[in-house]
């Protein structure tokens, strides 16, 4: 089983939309939660960082579920410009801070 | 910008051959990672160098190796190349080992391996 897992879609959508990722994880010893971002043959970016209180960065919102071991991230209004792939990512610290990263959902957002 | 810097950016390496990757940390960094990201994939930990000494690996082969030099930059190192060894090689800065909004990405360097 995977330590993060994520259904990798691809989730096309039309521009405007609202989009919902999940994703789960295993390691109950992970400490730090997170949404990035990765463009096509580029670096993954952060987008937003994940806390039990939910988060919100305009158009973005992110929640953390720590008991049932999930993530979420929903995207409302979508741009063209979202598209790309969402990486959902814990870190585990203790022999090294180490990122563990699911293998992403690709959104493609169409007009 | 993240201040990371990776060499090469691309490179074509035959099987059996060795290839050596370059980065050069976020200015006041002291910790780099490695990972490796194949295709259709999330990045996978390597390995990490704090203050020079590996500081955590992955489950990767003793093949991968590293190091990391006084002014914090770091190498990884593949011998014995596999074709599945072609992948994103992605190298991160941070500083004591940061926490997940404070480390930051190179561009990275694409490795083929035919």
């Known amino acids: 089983r995977k330590e993060v897992e994520q259904d990798p879609g691809p989730f096309n959508v039309p521009e405007g939309a609202t989009v919902a990722f999940n994703c789960t994880y295993s390691n109950s010893a992970s400490q730090s939660f997170f949404w990035y971002r990765q463009d096509c043959r580029k670096e993954p970016k952060l987008l937003m960082s994940?806390?039990?209180s939910g988060n919100e960065d305009g158009r973005f919102t992110a929640q953390l579920n720590r008991a049932s071991q999930y993530i979420s991230l929903l995207i409302r209004d979508s741009k063209l410009s979202d598209s790309a792939t969402y990486l959902c990512?814990?870190?585990?610290?203790?022999?090294?801070?180490?990122?563990?990263f699911g293998t992403g959902t690709q959104l493609k957002v169409e007009l | 910008e993240t201040g990371v810097t990776q060499s090469p950016t691309h490179l074509i390496k035959t099987r059996g051959q060795q290839v050596t990757l370059r980065c050069s940390s976020q200015s006041g960094h002291n910790t780099v990672s490695w990972y490796q990201q194949a295709l259709g994939q999330g990045p996978q930990f390597i390995f990490q160098y704090y203050r020079e000494e590996e500081n955590g690996r992955g489950n990767f082969p003793p093949r991968f190796s590293g190091l990391q030099f006084p002014n914090y930059s770091s190498e990884l190192n593949v011998n014995a190349l596999e074709l599945d060894d072609s992948a994103l090689y992605l190298c991160?800065?941070?500083?004591?080992?940061?926490?997940?909004?404070?480390?930051?990405f190179g561009e990275g360097s694409w490795l083929t391996v035919v």
């Open positions: 991160a800065s941070s500083y004591g080992g940061g926490t997940g909004n404070t480390i930051y």
């Open positions: 994940v806390y039990s």
């Open positions: 990512v814990v870190l585990i610290t203790g022999g090294g801070n180490k990122l563990t």
